[in-house]
């Protein structure tokens, strides 16, 4: 894929840590796990609008600030008892420097 | 008979020509270019020979001799100047050959980090036996300091092996643990301090600045100002391919020699082989690919069909008394589960992932038994359904019965040790239990069993169960959370008794089931390690809560509040002016008046937090750490300078504890209120501390609440003096945080251990002034306004790292 | 190869011996004597109760003890040693937990051309320092190593402790620590076995055997592991580090030699695990005239083997 755009170098993003990225779909959290990979979401929880890059990253999860709903980055997919999904994005780790899709983040989101 | 050239002697062409010659010997004429003046060594086993584990004889593969008897024309020390395709000719120092094949096999150069000071003498890489000769020089001199810079496979190799020589060595690593390629977190770290209980050192997250020194390597100088001394610098940071002469021979290169499946090159009759090619966009560090590899560029020249697949890897470091493993991709995934096991007595942590039916990566630190039995079941992607609960256990108990934990314990002789801390044997524990002791917190009071650390607790109530049978009732104590079986005291014994001072300390000594925790153990787990060792651990700020984290409280809509300190509720006309402009610059909708007699501006954006807090910074104002988990307020009536009643100075005690305790991290928030006579108009006797002032001096009461509870403060003593007022205070919220369990007001802790107990600490005036002492060191480190702090060093975190709506929208 | 030797070279240690304890004293188990007949024959009658003697002294104190004259000491047996020309002693406790399971004795004879060491370094204050040693004709190294001690980590002794694992040397001629390695280049030393001692007063103990070339230790040195964490639960052992002056090196990484309970030599250290001493069988020990096992007990379980054949 040629549409890659480098939104800045892994060292920005604190390890088990999120940043925010405008784009034209919202805001979007770009999350970076304990073990170094990094995972794009729509930033909103689907429950009541939480800021999920603000939330406390666990394994490859996020739990949102607001009233712990617990999001898998990867699927986007609520955990437990909840039910819900966020928007995933594709992010990738190339020499330091955290991509995202272009293309993804133009189209529409597929509603959920 | 055809002509073969080999250019390079290393792993992967000494097996590529052994592989030839068993199958056609004879058949080749065969001319070998090397560089290095010698022939094929197994470059992997060099570690042991710089420790001296291993001499160099030990690891040649192929001497020149060997290739004699081939009839291979050796053509050592010689580098070749060229390729000529057209000509299909190579041409050396010494002149030129012809070839029908080619075969490239030119490994790979290490990179070396461009930093200021890398070309003075005493600055190497790791790659062959004249590195490996220099840092052994290096290291006859006695108390000489090395530096490695990387801790990957290479890196750890070199610094162990330097160790064992003699020499002082620090490890940089530019990572958040060791060898993230190869490891886990917690597999990182246990891997660091095995190395550091052999004297080596390693620094995290270092970014070197430059190497100094003066005709030769004198000190490496880290970004954050740090100075190591060291007469040898060893860059172990990477390879690079060596393609220079393929390039210049005009083959496809990308980030190496492009090579087909039959690791032949975009020119028929040229094939590459080892570090040096590219194979569907993957280069090659490991020797199993390379042997792989050799295997079909044998087959290909013999004019034989052959694949080279691309497998899975493991990983081994050779490092003596160092087990480690790790195989396949251990990331997490979707539809990913991990099995954890850890032994904290032995300081095992192993690890499996699995994907739907299949295990697909395995990190293992401690015990590496059965591991080529784990990557046989990761490589054949063998379905491990059925036996997915016994399969960390390794093929011996695959088929067999489930383990009977509860069988194990009852099997033990009366002589076994069950807790380790206090030396307590299953004999000891079943007497006292025989004696009466039918429960756990009877036992530990008798046998003082799991009373120390706790990680036998679970062991003593199997045995409790197994001597009692029926009559034992589990007082199933509720665990801190999923992760772990141990309670929040469990775990604050732990971390007091065994040292431990980094997160991944605690989750490998409690037996961690989840690889870094969740949100509900990590917040705690950051305040059980700040209270308790200040100075040695660093707050970890990705585990606070989002309003600890950005120092402000988040509102249903996600924006914040923000509040300045006003000590002991006393503001001035200025301050007033500073936080109206405030309000008005940054549009904040509404400004309210707080319980605790502060001034709250709700709804700011996340974005202008740093701007506002500069503002108030300006004018004077700290952060009020409305958010925290922390001293919040200390609320004062106007007392003796303004009141009738008044028999102290309330305000200016209540501002004197207030600038005593701001700053200090608790369980839970902490609220104080000092009030000027009995009248109380400061509400002081529904604080978690509340002191009223009296004639003779003062009355300290604590443990109240206004809450979801509603409590009267009980009476902790009347003191004479305000420095008894602030002693007392100190001792008590130092107490508090020492023993309290997370989010546990202080009235729910006092309730649990007792008013007299908390007595008995804070009125011992020995225990007391170690309180005092120990809160004091305490807030050396944290009483700093973070306001300040974040605006000068975190401000980037507040703002989106980028905004892609314009070039994304197009 | 640094352990290429003469074979008509005189070894360093001249006789090999094993005691077991039964009913509270220690007895013979095993020995090889060579020709020493008489020795052989007292030694065969001698038993020794804690404390007593040589083996009881090792028994009692809890750690390897080293006798370097036997006039006037608790040696029990001066006057056959030294009718067969044994000048000095040193006796390895084995012991799997606070439990004596055997005491491997060692007997040398003092010229003054035999070089060699067997060392014993004790933690102190931090440090591995220099608690005895027996040192044969090697008198600076024997001065130089009295006066050297080792961080965790660093040199033979360093290395054994931070590791807790056997650790065989090739090269301590060069770049080894400070003034020792210089030292230990002139007295011929080169390859060395270094191995932790569990003791069961709570001290740490490295035990070092040093080979020089002229008068070696032993002609070929094996280090087995049978740990669970490296083995699993099925038991027996592999060979992780190992090499002989007439085979080269015994290691592999891809296919390592691995030994099962009861079966040879080493098969029968794991199966009883009590050290082993054989001798006038070349076929069982590897070619060499003799062997002596020694197993090495932590943290409950038979953790290692080591061999040495000469």
Known sequence: MSDWIDIGPLDAIPPRGARKVETPLGCVAVFRTGDDRVFAVNNRCPHKGGPLNEGIVHGQSVTCPLHNWVFDLSTGLAQGADEGRIDTFPAKLEGGRVLLAASALRARPVAA | ?810 | MDVTLDPQARTFIEVSEVWVPRDGVLVHAQGNYGDREAFAAVSGRESFALGEGLPGRAWAEGKPVVLKEFDGSYFKRTEAAKEAGLTSAVAIPVFDGKTLKAVLVVLCSDDTERTGAIELWAETDGLMMLSDGYYGAAKHFEWVSQHTHFPRGQGLPGGVWSARTPILMRDLGSGYRFIRADSAGKAGLTTGLGLPVPSPVGETFVLTLLSARGTPLARRFEIWDSRAAKVGTTGGAVLIDGICARDGRLWDEDNPRTAKAWEGPIGTVLGSGLPLVMGGNPALTAGYASMVALPIHLDGEHAFTVAWYC
């Not at chain 2, 070199?158 to 643990?177: D, K, N, P, Q, S």
């Not at chain 2, 496809?252 to 499946?261: E, L, N, R, T, Y």
């Not at chain 2, 590899?293 to 694949?307: D, Y």
């Not at chain 2, 807090?613 to 922390?630: C, E, P, Q, R």
């Open chain 2, 1 to 810: 008979m055809q002509k073969l050239v080999v250019i390079g002697a290393g792993m992967a062409s000494g097996r590529a020509l052994e592989h030839l010659f068993d199958t056609q010997p004879g058949e080749w004429d065969v001319t070998l270019f090397n560089a290095e003046p010698r022939g094929n060594y197994n470059r992997i086993m060099l570690s042991p020979v710089l420790s001296g584990e291993k001499s160099y004889a030990e690891i040649v593969t192929h001497d020149e001799d060997w290739y004699a008897a081939q009839g291979v024309h050796c053509r050592f020390g010689e580098k070749v100047v060229a390729i000529d395709r057209a000509a299909k000719t190579v041409t050396g120092e010494n002149g030129t050959v012809a070839y029908d094949k080619l075969l490239i096999a030119t490994g790979s150069n290490p990179f070396i980090i461009p930093l200021p000071g890398h070309q003075l003498p005493g600055v190497v890489a790791y790659r062959d036996l004249e590195d490996t000769n220099v840092m052994i020089e290096a290291s006859a001199i006695p108390g000489a300091h090395a530096v490695v810079i990387g801790g990957g496979l290479l890196g750890l190799e070199a610094a162990a092996g330097l160790r064992l020589r003699g020499m002082e060595v620090t490890v940089l690593h530019i990572a958040t643990h060791l060898m993230e390629r190869q490891l886990d977190a917690a597999a990182g770290f246990l891997l660091q301090k095995d190395l550091e209980r052999r004297g080596i050192n390693c620094i995290l997250q270092a970014n070197t600045k430059q190497i100094t020194g003066d005709g030769k390597v004198e000190a490496v100088e880290l970004a954050d100002g740090t100075v190591l001394p060291a007469s040898l610098v060893v860059m172990a940071v990477g390879i690079r391919p060596n393609v220079q002469l393929a390039k210049e021979a005009g083959l496809a290169v990308g980030k190496a020699i492009h090579v087909d499946d039959q690791m032949v090159t975009s020119d028929a009759d040229i094939l590459a082989v080892g570090e040096c090619v590219e194979h569907q966009g993957a280069i090659f560090g490991l020797v199993a690919p390379l042997y792989d590899q050799a295997k079909v560029v044998a087959a290909t020249l013999r004019g034989e069909e052959a694949t080279f697949v691309q497998k899975q890897l493991s990983t081994k470091l050779k490092v003596t008394g160092c087990d480690l493993f790790s195989a396949g991709d251990f990331a997490e995934g979707p539809n990913r589960e991990d099995i954890v096991f850890r032994d904290p007595a032995r300081g095992v942590y192993k690890r499996l992932v699995i994907e739907g039916e299949k295990l697909v990566g395995a990190v293992f630190y401690g015990d590496t038994a059965d591991s080529n039995w784990f990557f046989g079941q990761i490589r054949d992607g063998a379905d491990i359904s059925a036996n997915r609960d016994t399969l960390i256990f390794g093929p011996a108990f695959q088929g067999g019965a489930p383990v009977d934990p509860m069988a194990a314990v009852a099997a033990l002789p009366p002589e076994a040790e069950i807790c380790g801390c206090n030396g307590v044997c299953k004999g000891a524990i079943v007497d006292a239990i025989k004696g009466g002791a039918v429960d756990l917190g009877a036992v530990r009071a008798t046998t003082k069993a799991s009373a120390s650390c706790g990680t036998c607790t679970g062991l003593v109530e199997q045995v409790l169960a197994s001597t009692l049978g029926g009559a034992f009732e589990r007082n199933a104590p509720q665990p801190m959370c999923k992760c772990t079986d141990l309670t929040h005291e469990d775990v604050r014994r732990l971390i007091k008794s065994q040292e431990l001072k980094s997160m991944p300390a605690v989750w490998q000594a409690g037996a961690w089931k989840t690889p870094d925790g969740c949100h509900s153990c990590r917040p705690a787990l950051n305040f059980y390690l700040l209270a308790d060792w200040p100075l040695e651990y660093t707050d970890d700020l990705q585990s606070r809560f989002i309003n600890e984290r950005k120092h402000a409280n988040i509102q249903k809509d996600g924006t914040f509040s923000v509040m300045p300190r006003m000590w002991g509720g006393i503001t001035t006309p200025d301050e007033l002016r500073a936080i109206a402009d405030a309000a008005d610059k940054f549009k904040v909708p509404t400004v309210k008046v707080t319980g605790g007699q502060r001034i709250d501006l709700l709804g700011v954006k996340g974005e202008d937090l740093p701007a506002i807090w500069a503002d108030l910074n300006a004018a004077g104002m700290v952060s009020g750490h409305a958010y925290s988990k922390g001293l919040r307020t200390v609320k004062t009536c106007v007392g003796t300078d303004h009141c009738r009643f008044g028999t102290q100075d309330s305000t200016g005690l209540g501002i004197a504890l207030e600038k005593a305790l701001w700053g200090s991290w608790t369980p839970h928030k902490v609220k104080l209120a000092v009030s000027g006579c009995p009248r109380n108009c400061a509400e002081a006797t529904c604080k978690d501390v509340g002191v009223i002032c009296v004639d003779s001096g003062y009355q300290i009461g604590v443990a109240g609440a206004a809450g979801m509870d509603v409590k009267e403060t009980e009476r902790l003593a009347d003191v004479k003096t305000e420095e008894e007022v602030l002693d007392y205070t100190m001792a008590f919220i130092q107490l508090y945080r020492e023993n309290a369990k997370y989010l546990d007001r202080p009235y729910k802790w006092v309730a649990k251990v007792g008013l007299d107990w908390v007595k008995e600490q804070v009125l011992d005036a020995g225990i007391r002034a170690q309180l005092v002492e120990r809160f004091q060191i305490s807030q050396s480190v944290y009483q700093k306004d973070p306001w300040a702090e974040h605006v000068k060093e975190r401000a980037e975190q507040y703002v989106p790292v980028a905004d892609l709506t314009k070039f994304a929208a197009e």
